[in-house]
């Protein structure tokens, strides 16, 4: 999971092999603004146990109210191109 600012700033990921996957904020301030959220699931075997196992779902918690809506493919992989651009100039240490 990536998010980020529509302006391609990359904020924060999460990255792992269980089953359950969590992106929280707290060592980062969330101002104002435009985010995504980028979820790519890669499912183990154990996904084709039951159908109910590929359900993703997505809880926003915030004192706002938050409108979540798909993007298209290409736009999706701008985004992302962006926010790895963002992430490999500012936050990777030389």
């Excluded at 792992?16 to 929280?24: E, P, S």
Aim: charged content about 20%.
């Amino acid at each position: 999971m990536i998010l980020g600012r529509l302006d391609g700033t990359f904020m924060k990921a999460c990255c792992g092999q269980d089953f359950l996957y969590f992106l929280n904020n707290d060592e980062i301030i969330l101002n104002p603004g435009e985010y995504f959220i980028m979820i790519d699931p890669i499912w183990n075997k154990a996904a084709e146990m039951d159908k109910a196992y590929k359900s993703l779902a997505i809880d926003v918690y915030g004192s706002a109210q938050y409108i979540l809506q798909p993007v298209d493919h290409n736009l999706g992989m701008q985004m992302l191109a962006a926010v790895f651009k963002d992430f490999a100039k500012n936050q990777v240490p030389l």
